[in-house]
């Protein structure tokens, strides 16, 4: 199982990005998926979950109303569209599978990818 995540860069604060995590190796329509960040000196936390579906979704607190998760089944995709952002989001973003059941916790995540930086400038 592969990911791939990209969209990643330098914006300023205010600005957006949409990041992107290509799946390949598993039928991706069966599986939830995740993306998550660490910030430097920080833990990888998480930020939003979408069902295998796509009509389930779930955000972080410190990004709800500003980012949103969607996917494609028929491109294996998944995306995360970030508006307004903050200096404080800037972080390393990881996107993950879930074998299981739309879920915040980051054990339930099997498959990682390696990450795509996003800097935000202030």
């Known amino acids: 199982v592969q990911l791939q995540a990209s969209g990643g860069g330098l914006v300023q604060a205010g600005g957006s990005l949409r990041l992107s995590c290509a799946v390949s190796g598993r039928t991706f329509s069966q599986y939830a998926m995740g993306w998550f960040r660490r910030a430097p000196g920080s833990e990888r936390e998480f930020v939003s979950g979408i069902s295998a579906s796509g009509r389930a979704t779930t955000y972080a607190d410190y990004v709800k109303g500003r980012f949103t998760i969607s996917r494609d089944n028929a491109r294996n995709t998944v995306y995360l569209q970030m508006n307004s952002l903050k200096p404080e989001d800037t972080a390393v973003y990881y996107c993950?599978?879930?074998?299981?059941?739309?879920?915040?916790?980051?054990?339930?995540?099997?498959?990682w990818g390696q990450g795509t930086l996003v800097t935000v400038s202030s």
């Open positions: 993950a599978t879930n074998p299981s059941s739309l879920s915040r916790i980051e054990r339930v995540y099997d498959y």
